[in-house]
């Protein structure tokens, strides 16, 4: 777990180096600002190192909103973070700036060579929504410019890089617009919209994209507290299954992830198998703003993600169940 006694603590994402130690990048903002609300608008990238995935020190600030005036100088938000075939590390974040009061989301980039000390790529602006699919700034039909959350990884067959975004189609009723964003790299630094790798089906909003295989079915895991007028929320964790990593994604057959303690979790390489580490949202009304210990998960095609529970020994002749 970690927990900051001057900080809130959201969204992360994860990133394992050479010696085996895992970096945890993670949004933070003051306590101090006393209404949860308001983080958002502080947010900074905080580091924090362990060996265990459980216990936690922290380091200093990976990146921080620029000097103004710049496209990401009121907040930098959630991204991820993958090694390069130059054994660099590349930052993929999420900006807004003050010019647009923090309503039009954008995506960037900073390097490094030892996942400490970072750097923004030129001025760290990497690639915008393209109207050709994407919905822009429509205060009439949604309360910000929908264009974050980037998620990075290799094509399968060594085509290049992929990304997944939080994203809005430009097209359909304002509540239900919500899909998944994607550009494609041939080197991570020059980045071509694409089309996006769903279609809309219920949801505002996709948050926090990630694909993953587990136990050998490529998976989209997102998550939302956006819903379609008259649709009732199963979940706010949410799983689809797909062919491969590179979609398409049927989030229409979505199943819903019972973490209701969760928001935005990612799955994490655990042992032998995957955990969720996600940060601890409310606990008796009030916001705990935490990240939360890992919790292992399987899938199960009839059913989706769910745990995956510890057994003696003996009783199954491995280690879980």
Do not use: K
């Not at 705990?288 to 199960?300: A, C, H, I, K």
């Amino acid at each position: 777990m970690l927990r900051l006694p001057d900080h809130w603590v959201w969204d992360s994402w994860y990133a394992q180096d050479d010696d085996g130690r895992w970096h945890a990048f993670f949004l933070r903002a003051s306590r101090a600002l006393l209404d949860p609300h308001r983080r958002h608008r502080r947010a900074s990238i905080g580091h924090a190192v362990s060996t265990d995935l459980r216990t936690w020190q922290l380091r200093a600030d990976a990146l921080v909103p620029a000097d103004a005036p710049a496209w990401d100088d009121l907040a930098t938000w959630t991204g991820c973070t993958v090694r390069g075939p130059d054994q660099r590390w590349y930052l993929f974040y999420t900006g807004v700036g003050r010019a647009e009061d923090g309503l039009v989301q954008r995506i960037g980039l900073a390097v490094s060579d030892d996942l400490v000390s970072w750097q923004r790529h030129g001025d760290g602006l990497l690639l915008e929504a393209d109207p050709t699919w994407y919905e822009l700034l429509d205060r009439e039909l949604w309360y910000e410019q929908a264009w974050r959350d980037p998620w990075v990884f290799p094509d399968p067959d060594g085509d290049g890089w992929h990304m997944l975004i939080t994203a809005r189609t430009n097209q359909g009723p304002g509540d239900t617009r919500g899909v998944v964003g994607h550009a494609t790299s041939p080197d991570l630094v020059n980045w071509t919209v694409r089309p996006p790798l769903s279609t809309p089906a219920g949801f505002g909003h996709l948050e926090v994209p990630q694909v993953a295989v587990v136990d050998g079915q490529p998976l989209l895991l997102f998550c939302t507290n956006a819903f379609a007028a008259g649709r009732e929320p199963e979940s706010r964790l949410w799983v689809a299954a797909g062919p491969t990593v590179r979609g398409p994604w049927d989030i229409a057959a979505a199943r819903p992830v019972a973490q209701p303690h969760l928001y935005a979790p990612r799955l994490v390489p655990d042992g032998d198998g995957w955990s969720l580490i996600g940060f601890v949202e409310h606990a008796d009304g009030e916001f705990v703003g935490e990240l939360s210990d890992p919790v292992p998960v399987r899938y199960d095609p009839a059913v989706g993600l769910i745990p995956r529970v510890a057994v003696t020994v003996g009783e199954s002749g491995t280690g879980n169940a």
